[in-house]
């Protein structure tokens, strides 16, 4: 492992052979690692020789995920179908599994509905991670990496370190600032437990294999993802929000990070908190470089060959002109940076998409079959005593 790992964290590192040794047996748990981010980050663990366990309740993901997960690394991941909110649950899990490490990435992530249901983002959110927490307290289990997110700054539009105020602009985003507040406080009176959070900027792309992929559930927030499924004929048109930023063609810059170059930091700081002996570290993931949204499409168009109809609409309620990591710390405490550049991101994401046009769905008929379960449910709902037909949809 000492080999591989060194190719994305640095000789800097401060792994000794012995340390890499042992790291190699550490049995750490994904939660939400069925996600997008969750399921590269598994496959990058298990290649390098950690035994990986998955915790999800697959609300975003899908468990499709798991033999394509087999397929590319040749070892059947354990999957446990919990969630996190079920405390008992969680504890019994920890209480079974000798867990070396948690890397923590389940949680709800849009930022538009976390607006719409502020409290079922704050209990899922929270009350997960507190689960969680308690049950690796209990159960000895000192190693945490945390999925937090870039949207804990301040609006800020220069590069951003780690120092940078912070301050949120929607639930999903308090979410994310309540949960370093209580892991940087439980740190603190745990001095044994050893804690990375890690700010992701914006994470595209996919594995190069287009075998596993983001597979967003309705239709995406997120630029990309939209882009994609435009290009495979799903979506008409991308809508621009505004080109009258201050940025060289007036769309909006972000620092693209392809979702394997995010994965190695998380073993990057993983193996990190295995030198620890207790604390509470804070790294962004980002590139440091922006691109803007035609950027993005150009490069989407030269990578998939399609072209991407976009329109020019106003700017989009909360939106910054530019948003760029200052991702030096994470160079300077764990050798780690970005190596993949905007053409892998666009085609890998373009082979992902392509060739899973519906992600790990089968196509339209699965979409207007859960389409018929929403109206199926809108029916029970109102009309309990017949719900009993729901049988006829969900056994068939
Ligand atoms: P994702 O939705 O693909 O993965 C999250 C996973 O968590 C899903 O598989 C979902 O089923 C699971 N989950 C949600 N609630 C759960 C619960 N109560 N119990 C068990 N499992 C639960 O999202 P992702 O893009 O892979 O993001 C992973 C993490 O990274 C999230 O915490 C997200 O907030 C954070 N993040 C993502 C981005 C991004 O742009 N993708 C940016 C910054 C931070
Ligand atoms: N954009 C469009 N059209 C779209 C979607 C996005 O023009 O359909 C633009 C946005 O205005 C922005 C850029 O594309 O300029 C990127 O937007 P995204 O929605 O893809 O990403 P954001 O930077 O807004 O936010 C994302 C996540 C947040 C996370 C943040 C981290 O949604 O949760 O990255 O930097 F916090």
Redesign the pocket.
Known sequence: MSSSLSLFCSSKTRFSPVVDTEVMTKHILC????????SHTVLKLTENGFKVSI???????SEKVLPRLQELTGKETPFFK????DAEAVDKLFAEQNFDGVIH?????AVGESVAKPLWYYE?NLT?TLNILKAMQKHGCKRLVF?????VYRPCEEPIDESKPLGCTNP?GWT?FMIEQILTGFATANPSFSISILR?F??VGAHPSGRIG??PHGPPN?LMPFVQQVAVGRRECLSVFGNDYATHDGTGVRDYIHVDDLAEGHICALEKLFTMDGGCIIHNLGSGTGYSVLDMVKAFEEASGKKIAYKIVERRAGDLGTVIADASKAKADFGWQTKRGLKEMCESAWKWQSNNPYGYEDGPSQESGSWIQSLHLVFVLNFPEQGRLGQFYHTN
Do not use: R, W
């Open positions: 939660t939400g690692g069925a996600g997008y981010i969750g915790m999800d309740n697959l609300l975003n993901s919990t969630d996190m909110c990435f389940a949680g709800l992530k899922n997960g999925s937090s997110s870039a949207t999903y994310k992701y914006n994470p983001e597979n997120n």
